[in-house]
């Protein structure tokens, strides 16, 4: 059996829902007798800048932060059941206790996210854990890996659901119960509830935008190859991008840079005064519910106000958007390349509805894929070269707010449809190999709403400098803890 073959059968036994029978809830923490009463005295809303300022001043430790992050964890009354697949409370708590020697001692920090609570999705290799290393720059730089989160089987769908591990429920409206985005779906809500200070996803049509946007966070997706993929198993190879999710678009920088090895560099944001931005009528803006284009609208006249310059185009290259990709042809003839040995003999082992994206792979021709791929390349020129001279386009994430849990599984129709409105939007910026944040734009107190601020390919730092500067002006104020 090859490598690939191993990794294969290993992650489709996890995501099968085969727990019970690996002793993979072995793995979840034991109280500590240290553990805090309430979670988030610490970490809550906190930034990761905001909790490296409190390490380095020492009025905070790791190993409180840790504690705080175990015992939000598993507070019977939250989300940590369903956010996390595997939490690492042993090595956590090791790890902060060997950081906070270090820094008693007056060894410098190794970074910003030294000695901070970080959630990893649960599609990256980990050093000696079974499924899938990508956390070797992070451990490196410091992070605390507190737990393998929860994730859309093989992460194919923006919803979040996911049948074997359960469905971690909204940050907003719990009563109700309503999805958390996916694919994501946990590394969100790790973060939302204190669980975790950032976490680190993955993105191939919105995995990780989606989930932010429905839980007033940042989400970052990167230009595809700018972060390695070596050790993330793979969804489609053309579409794959690995980044963070946070509360500040300054956190997500700050993963960003350790996930593609930079050394740290300060960001100067622009005043929003004399930036310009494009908001493209063709496709993004079509059919939003009220409360989203509400929203967004009230997102770009802040903008406005602030002295930016804000022009609404056409843009009627992105009317192509549906041709380059049709029904996820590109996506479904890759991952149906990498699942098809297993779906002959484990098919009854996946979740339905994504076994039957994964299938419609299998009818895909090579002349059909490589003629989607050369409309692909001329898509990318031509956003390219109508988006040059903005420092950034701007759009509304989703189209919706998330709907409750209930509602998608009613039946098979309504989940596809649903996934699909998901998914319109931020799938077109992996369709142009291009860079975005999505940021939230919401009233504080409302369902959460995401602005999506998107750049062309390779140009991720000024983006993230032009987000930046995007947030401080239509992102509602956290209230942290004290």
């Keep these: 059996m090859t490598q690939q073959q191993q990794q294969r059968r290993t992650f489709l036994q996890q995501s099968a829902g085969l727990a019970a029978a690996t002793g993979m809830f072995s793995f979840w923490p034991k109280a500590s007798a240290q553990a805090p009463e309430a979670s988030g005295k610490a970490m809550g809303m906190s930034s990761i800048a905001e909790l490296s300022r409190r390490l380095a001043a020492g009025s905070v430790s790791s190993s409180q932060l840790v504690e705080e992050a175990l015992a939000a964890i598993q507070n019977p009354a939250g989300e940590g059941a369903r956010a996390f697949i595997r939490v690492h409370a042993d ?24 000695g901070i609570p970080i959630s990893l999705k649960d599609l990256f290799d980990e050093a000696g854990i079974t499924t899938l ?36 429920k909204n940050v907003f409206d719990r009563a109700t119960g309503r999805i958390p985005g996916g694919s994501t779906s946990g590394g969100a809500i790790s973060v939302a509830d204190g669980m975790a200070a950032g976490a680190i996803g993955t993105d191939t049509g919105g995995s990780l935008r989606i989930p932010s ?7 970052f997706k990167p230009t595809q190859r700018r972060i390695p993929l070596d050790g993330v198993l793979p969804l489609s190879t053309s579409f794959d991008s690995a980044g963070p999710i946070a509360w500040t678009v300054e956190d997500c920088a700050l993963l960003d ?87 002959k003999t484990g ?3 996946y979740d339905p509805r994504v076994l039957a994206r994964i299938k419609t792979g299998e009818t895909i021709t090579a002349p059909d894929y490589l003629q989607l791929q050369a409309l692909r390349r001329q898509f990318i020129r031509s956003i390219n070269t109508a988006a040059a001279s903005y ?64 750049g062309i390919g390779n140009t991720d730092h000024r983006l993230l400098a032009v987000g930046w500067a995007v947030e401080a002006a239509v992102t509602p104020r956290r209230v942290l803890s004290s």
């Excluded at 902060?96 to 910003?112: F, M, N, Y």
């Excluded at 490196?140 to 659901?161: C, D, K, M, P, Q």
């Excluded at 946007?213 to 989400?219: D, E, K, R, S």
């Excluded at 992996?430 to 999505?438: I, K, P, Q």
């Design 91 to 114: 090595s956590a708590r090791a790890a902060a206790g060997r950081l906070d020697a270090d820094r008693k001692a007056g060894r410098p920090a190794a970074s910003q996210i030294s």
């Design 347 to 349: 098919a009854a082992k």
């Design 213 to 219: 946007a429905l839980n007033g966070l940042v989400g």
């Design 257 to 343: 840079a350790v996930m593609a090895g930079e050394l740290p560099r300060p960001i100067r944001v622009p005043p929003l005064r004399g930036l310009r931005f494009a908001v493209p009528k063709t496709f993004f803006q079509d059919d939003l519910s009220p409360a989203v284009a509400s929203a967004f609208a009230a997102a770009l006249s802040k903008l406005s106000a602030a002295g930016a310059t804000v022009t609404e185009l056409p843009m009627a290259e992105f009317a192509k958007a549906p041709t380059i990709n049709p029904r996820g042809m590109i996506t479904a003839a890759e991952a149906f390349t990498w699942h098809r040995e297993f779906i």
């Design 133 to 168: 290393g990508g956390s070797t720059g992070l451990r490196r730089a410091g992070a605390i890996i507190i737990g393998r989160s929860n994730t859309v089987e093989f992460a194919y769908t923006g919803l979040g659901i996911n049948p074997h591990y359960g469905t971690p």
């Design 391 to 454: 420092d950034a386009m701007l759009m509304p994430t989703t189209p919706d707010t998330a709907p409750p849990i209930a509602e998608v599984l009613k039946d098979d129709d309504t989940y596809y449809r649903i996934n699909g409105r998901m998914l319109r939007n931020p799938s077109v910026v992996n369709l142009f190999d291009g860079c975005a944040l999505s940021v939230p734009c919401h009233e504080a107190g409302s369902a959460p709403i995401g602005l999506m601020v998107a």
